[in-house]
C-alpha cells in the first residue's frame, strides 16, 4: 500500500481568489495509480507555514508528498526554499536547473537574469524536473523514505511535468495497489432508507467503500448516486464488484424504482 | 484581527471524484467579512483523521473554525460524532435539531427513522442551525474560545447555512478587519523583470500583500495579473491604493505595454 499526502502553498488560494483545481487533477491520476491520497493541505505562502506541513508530514510518513505553487520568479515564491529549509537541507544553485531554464529562456529570447536563476537554487541531491511550459522546473527529492514532489502551480506546467516526469517515477514504484470502483445511479428511495440497505450488504465487503451522495430529487424522486470502491493488493478481489451488485440489486428489488450501473 | 481554518472532510474528494467548490465559495465570503483564512484541511471520513486535525486547531487557536461534509444520516457521517469525541464533548439528542428535521420532512411526507434522528445527535451545549434545503441541521459550538460551525458538503445546504446562520453571527463579532485589494492587469513585461520593480514598490507598503499570477501570452506578450490586497484594522489604509497605483504606473511607464485596473 503507497499512500500519498499533497501540499497547496498559496494565499490566492486562501482568500478565495483562485480555485484550486490542481489536487482534484492529482487525486485523480494517483488514484488511478492505485496510490491512496490520505490528506490535502491548504497553506499560506509563509515559512512558518509550509515548515509546520512538512513537519506534520515527515511525522506521518507517507509514500509521497507532492507540493503545488510558490515555484516562480518572484519574492513570494518560497516553497522549495521552505521546504528544503523544513528538511534542514542546503540550497544550491543546480547546474542541471539551470541548463533547463536557460533552453526554456532561449527558445523566447529572454535573458537569464538573478530572478530567474532563483528558480534553479534547489536542495542539494535534489533531481530537477524540465517543465516545457513555463520556466520553473519541478523538483523531486527523497528524505526519510518521502518521494517529494515540488511542482508549480499554474495548471499547465503542473501537469505536463506531472505526466512527463512525476508519473513514471510512480509507476516504477513497488507496492502499488489496485484501484477499483462502480458508480450506480438509484432513484425512488430516500438516503436513510437505503443507508440501512447498504449497510447490511457492506458488512460483507470489508475492503470495499460505499459512498453515498444524494443528487437531489428528479421529478419528486430522491437521486443518489452511490459509489462503491477498493484499493486492494489483490487483484482477485476486484472481480467481487459484479457480487456486490447481485446482491444491490436483489436487495433494491421492488423498492428503488430505479438502478443502473452509469459511466 | 480574526481568523479561520477550514476542515473539508470527505474520501470523495481525496480519490478525485469530487472536486471541491465549497472552500473557495467560504473563503471569498470570509475574505469580504473580513476575517483571514489561514489554513484548508481535507480529510478522510476517519475519526483518528478528523481528531488529529481538531487537535491541531485547538493548538493554532483560530478564532473560526468551518468543517464541511459528513454530515448526512449515513454510517459514513461522522463528523459531528468525530469533532465532539475529538474535544471531549458528550453527544446527545437535541431537541430542536429534532424539530427542524421533523418539520423538513412533513413537508416531503417523509418519516423520523432511526437514521434520520442520528443527525440530531449533537454534542452537548451545541446549537443546530436550520436547513432549509435539506435533511441535516448545521452545528454551532464554541469551545476554547473557538467557534466551531460544522456545516453540510452538499454546496446547496452549506451555503444556505452559512449565508442564513453562519454569516450573520460572524458579522456580530468584534475585531474584524477591513478587507480592500486590486487586481491590475500588466502586458508586457516577464514576471521575473516585474518581480524586481514590485519588491522596490512594495517595501513602502509593508502591510500590503502583493501577489502576481502569470496567464500565460497574448499575442506573444506575457500577461500578469498582479493582486493588491491588505487587511488592517486602520481603515484609513485602504486609501493608500491610490498611492501604490501611482508607484505602479510611474515605475511600469515606458516598460510594460499596458496596464489597468480589471473588475
Same mark, same amino acid.
Not at 489483490?234 to 467481487?240: A, E, G, I, V, W
Given at each position: 500500500m503507497l499512500t500519498a499526502e499533497l501540499l497547496v502553498v498559496g494565499r490566492e488560494i486562501l482568500y478565495g481568489r &483562485?480555485? =484550486?483545481t490542481n489536487s482534484n487533477w492529482i487525486c485523480n491520476e494517483l488514484v488511478r495509480l492505485g496510490?491512496?491520497?490520505r490528506r490535502i493541505y491548504v497553506v499560506d505562502d509563509i515559512y512558518e507555514e509550509i515548515s509546520e506541513i512538512v513537519h506534520l508530514i515527515l511525522q506521518r510518513k507517507p509514500n509521497i508528498c507532492i507540493s503545488t505553487g510558490g515555484?516562480?520568479? &518572484?519574492? =513570494?515564491?518560497i516553497t522549495v526554499e521552505s521546504i528544503s529549509k523544513a528538511l534542514n537541507i542546503e540550497l544550491e544553485e543546480n547546474s542541471i536547473a539551470i541548463s533547463y531554464i536557460h533552453d526554456f529562456l532561449k527558445r523566447r529570447n529572454l535573458e537569464l537574469t538573478k530572478e530567474r536563476r532563483k528558480?534553479?537554487?534547489?536542495?542539494?541531491?535534489a533531481i530537477p524536473l524540465k517543465n516545457e511550459v513555463g520556466t520553473a522546473p519541478g523538483v523531486y527529492l527523497k528524505y526519510n523514505l518521502i518521494h517529494f514532489f515540488i511542482l508549480p502551480g499554474i495548471p499547465s506546467e503542473m501537469k505536463f511535468i506531472f505526466l512527463n516526469h512525476v508519473k513514471p517515477i510512480i509507476e516504477n514504484m513497488q507496492g502499488r495497489d489496485y484501484f477499483g470502483e462502480i458508480n450506480i445511479e438509484i432513484k425512488g428511495i430516500p438516503e436513510s432508507d437505503l443507508s440501512k440497505i447498504i449497510n447490511k450488504i457492506k458488512d460483507n465487503y470489508p475492503d470495499f467503500y460505499f459512498k453515498s451522495n444524494p443528487r437531489g430529487l428528479d421529478e419528486g424522486k430522491s437521486v443518489i448516486l452511490l459509489n462503491i470502491s477498493i484499493f486492494t493488493s489483490?487483484?482477485?478481489?476486484?472481480?467481487?464488484f459484479e457480487k456486490i451488485k447481485e446482491d444491490l440489486w436483489n436487495n433494491l428489488k421492488g423498492i428503488a424504482s430505479s438502478i443502473k450501473v452509469i459511466e
Open positions: &483562485t480555485l =484550486d496510490i491512496r491520497v515555484l516562480g520568479p &518572484t519574492f =513570494d515564491d528558480m534553479a537554487i534547489l536542495p542539494k541531491g489483490d487483484k482477485n478481489k476486484l472481480s467481487l
